[in-house]
């Protein structure tokens, strides 16, 4: 499931990556060549720039690459280590159901109940907003696939020191 979701991201940030570029060309391009810029090219990047943070958090979360201070947990033992990454963890997955999954999906219905459009794109703002909880989504299948992971291996380990 992780290597799924680490290639699903990587491709999906890569493309996004690719149209921001040519969107941003394309602008400068039209602005000071042409002279004339198209509005939605500064919408566009902006909402592809949403994107690329947002998802590329949810990525870095799943490559354990995300801010941390390791003042507390360099100075305990290993199992009382493990047990502060076990309420850390179970306190971002609380706060990222709350603020990215449920907090996200009432922004998408209000702005998608409102009729809310953007203004050069025309498109709707729910639609936008989307990559909220999606990204909600993979942070927590990330910590879930982790969690399997780090379970299996304590498992062949007390299984290696029984044998």
Same mark, same amino acid.
Request: with cysteine; aromatic share 12%; hydrophobic share 50%.
């Given at each position: ?66 801010? /941390? ?84 291996? /304590? ?9």
């Amino acid at each position: 499931m992780k290597k799924t979701l680490d290639q699903s991201l990587s491709i999906l940030l890569i493309l996004l990556m690719v149209v921001i570029t040519f969107d941003v060309l394309l602008g400068v391009f039209t602005r000071y060549v042409i002279g004339n810029q198209p509005g939605w090219t500064e919408e566009l990047a902006r909402f592809l720039l949403i994107w690329i943070s947002i998802f590329g958090a949810a990525y870095a979360a799943g490559q354990h690459q995300h801010l /941390a201070i390791d003042l507390i947990s360099t100075s305990l033992s290993p199992s009382r280590d493990k047990q502060l990454k076990t309420f850390v963890n179970m306190l971002v997955a609380i706060f990222v159901f709350s603020v990215f999954i449920i907090g996200g999906s009432r922004l998408i219905y209000i702005t998608a109940y409102l009729g809310q459009t953007s203004p050069a794109l025309k498109i709707p703002m729910s639609v936008v907003y989307g990559v909220i909880p999606v990204s909600g989504i993979c942070i927590l299948l990330y910590m879930f696939a982790s969690k399997q992971e780090s379970n299996r291996i /304590a498992a062949n380990f007390k299984q290696e020191s029984i044998v």
